[in-house]
């Protein structure tokens, strides 16, 4: 007969027993960090066929959100989406969202939501009613701005520019000006530029900028009188120009997401007519700064997507995981002889993180290592730390990077031995270090 008190959670997931299940939530009450980690896993695997039976652990995989450990966090709310939850499970899923400081545990939420409760939508994804702490998250690319959010900045877009036209209607009398401010801000259809226009139109150049620009600073006097002041009402609704800590970075995320990029500086100038009257040159630097700064986050933000999702699929964990003590990590450096044979061939780098130089031998561990900067959960890294002396070897096996988490996990990564080759594999290294892993309790992740 089996006796499921002596099992790990990591053996009662795999057993794929329903009788499993009551030990499993044991684990998820009195276990230790990763235990309750193994044991969320457990209860995500078992739901496939005995969801109804799983449903008892809701109420504490929900607990198990207050947990320290963010992998904590994220494991049960994988498990939490594979289970049936009621209203007030979603309401203390919303209340969570709004304290939780990882966006992968935050998008989770989110699909949960989705799946759930209709309720969300409506609210969420309207621009006018975004806080300033998404707002600055959207921006800082420390969350993805959601699908419906995007189509709702498409939507405005367009019902902008529609308010424009009516305004210029009011403004430009003559049919083929008009026709012609028309196609300057159309987004729909090819970006024309003024020489274009003036080639299309058979027009002076001067003559097609000069009125464009002349009409342009009417429609900024007009949209200020009551009668006419849909398109600044609209404007300032969307922008929400009362909010003055956040005004910038909203405007970026409407220019961003409504407009293509080819319009950026000819729909800036506009909005800051609509709503000081005035073009604002300074203002407008200022924002086009703003906006190169969002796609060096943006970019950032695909970056650290993609090394986490390497690091949740790739690293192979023990079975008793061992955090390190902030003491035990700081005399941690690179081994002297390597690290001034690479620092006399320049293949270091200075990373803000650690204060301190880096050291590589391929770029490819180098780029590796600019990732893990990026990522807040990582508080420590190095390179080249750790030597084991193999007898049946002629060489040393030395690891190549180290990094440790906030929660005190670290990790031992072997990078490919040969960067020309990347599927050059040196089994006995690997092997070696495997075996060092599970004795010290640390995670390993081999980069093929």
């Not at 027009?203 to 900028?209: D, Q, S």
């Amino acid at each position: 007969m089996v006796d499921y008190s002596k099992m790990t959670p990591y053996e009662l997931g795999e057993s794929c027993d329903v009788n499993s299940i009551d030990y499993i939530i044991e684990y998820l009450k009195k276990g230790n960090t990763n235990e309750k980690r193994l044991a969320a896993s457990a209860i995500r695997k078992l739901s496939t066929n005995y969801k109804e039976d799983c449903n008892k652990s809701i109420e504490y995989l929900l607990q198990n959100l207050q947990h320290s450990g963010a992998q904590v966090r994220q494991y049960s709310l994988k498990a939490l989406k594979e289970l049936d939850l009621k209203k007030e499970h979603l309401n203390i899923l919303k209340d969570f969202m709004k304290e939780e400081k990882k966006d992968y545990n935050i998008r989770v939420v989110y699909e949960i939501l989705k799946e759930n409760d209709n309720s969300i939508s409506k609210k969420n994804y309207d621009i006018r009613y975004l806080s300033n702490l998404l707002i600055m998250e959207y921006f800082n690319g420390k969350s993805q701005v959601p699908r419906e959010l995007v189509d709702n900045y498409k939507k405005a877009g367009k019902e902008f520019i529609e308010l424009l036209y009516e305004a210029a209607g009011v403004i430009i009398e003559d049919t083929i000006l008009m026709e012609i401010f028309c196609k300057r801000y159309d987004f729909n259809d090819k970006y024309y530029t003024i020489q274009g226009l003036s080639k299309y139109y058979g027009l002076p150049r001067n003559y097609i900028e000069e009125s464009i620009e002349e009409n342009l600073l009417k429609i900024g006097n007009v949209v200020h009188k009551s009668e006419f002041n849909k398109l600044y009402r609209y404007v300032s609704e969307v922008l929400r120009i009362d909010e003055k800590l956040t005004f910038i970075e909203r405007l970026v995320l409407f220019l961003y997401y409504a407009f293509p990029k080819s319009h950026l500086k000819i729909i800036v100038k506009l909005i800051m007519i609509v709503i000081y009257n005035e073009p604002k040159e300074w203002k407008q630097e200022s924002v086009i700064s703003s906006y190169n700064k969002f796609l060096d986050n943006m970019e950032k933000a695909l970056l650290k997507k993609d090394i986490r999702k390497l690091l949740e699929e790739n690293i192979y964990w023990p079975e008793s995981i061992k955090p390190l003590e902030i003491k035990n990590i700081r005399g941690i450096s690179t081994i002297g002889y390597l690290k001034r044979t690479l620092h006399k061939k320049g293949l270091y780098f200075k990373s803000e993180k650690m204060n301190a130089y880096v050291y590589y031998k391929s770029l490819y561990q180098k780029e590796f290592l600019l990732k893990l900067e990026l990522l807040e959960e990582v508080n420590f890294y190095s390179t080249f730390n750790f030597k084991l002396k193999e007898p049946k070897n002629k060489e040393d096996f030395i690891s190549d990077v180290f990094f440790v988490f906030n929660d005190g996990k670290a990790v031992l990564v072997l990078t490919p031995p040969n960067e020309q080759n990347l599927k050059e594999e040196d089994k006995n290294k690997e092997e070696a270090f495997k075996k060092l892993c599970k004795e010290k309790g640390l995670g390993l992740l081999i980069l093929k």
